[in-house]
């Protein structure tokens, strides 16, 4: 990965020394909070792929997937 172009900008990959924070950029509070309030908004807004939503209902209904059948 390291070293390879991705959307016009080269990829760095390295370890960690410990050292480096990479938290944002200084952002208020309030910057911080839209930041997070958009994307709650955006993610909320995504469509699950077909193939994913059998498999929520069924978690959302309680159903695991498992049929008690432990292998036996």
């Known amino acids: 990965m390291n070293g390879r172009i ?4 080269e990829v760095i990959a390295e370890y960690w020394d410990g050292k480096i924070d990479y938290k944002r950029f200084n ?3 309030a910057d911080q909070q839209k930041r997070i309030d958009d994307f709650e908004v955006w993610i909320k807004d995504q469509k699950l792929p077909d193939e994913l ?3 929520k209902e069924c978690e959302d209904n309680g159903d695991n997937g498992d049929n008690g059948d432990n292998g036996d």
């Open 6 to 9: 991705f959307d016009g900008f």
């Open 53 to 55: 939503i059998e498999k």
């Open 27 to 29: 952002e208020s509070s």
